[in-house]
């Protein structure tokens, strides 16, 4: 994962909001929060961006199902998404042998 930040001044928002577009559009967003910062008339949002490095987005730009979850078939390799499902009933054995949740073992994340 990695971050990358934007301010968008009130005055002129056009050029600093299109570039923000293009970006959003071109990458597999995570998480992206927004801060108004009031200084009267230089008054600005500033956005941090999550996304994931060097995964480029899918046509519709999403990288989530419906219900939210990242579709790591879509994201990895074909070699990287084998050796995930591999670690992922790894992961579902050890939470039925320790009668755990799958998410206490290990998580998705990279």
């Known amino acids: 994962m990695a971050f990358r930040f934007f301010t968008i001044p009130i005055a002129a928002p056009d050029a ?47 990288i989530a199902n419906a219900r939210g979850k990242v579709d790591y078939k879509e994201l990895l390799s074909p070699k990287d998404f084998t050796i995930f499902a591999n670690l992922r009933d790894l992961r579902r054995t050890i939470s039925q042998r320790d009668a755990c949740p799958v998410y206490a073992v290990f998580t998705n994340e990279r």
């Not at 299109?18 to 998480?31: C, D, G, T």
């Not at 992206?32 to 009031?38: I, P």
Request: hydrophobic share 45%; glycine share 8%.
């Open 16 to 62: 600093a909001a299109e570039e923000m577009y293009a970006f959003l559009r071109s990458h597999r967003i995570l998480k992206a929060d927004r801060q108004w910062v009031e200084q009267g008339t230089a008054s600005l949002w500033t956005f941090c961006v999550e996304y994931l490095d060097g995964a480029a987005a899918n046509p519709g730009g999403r």
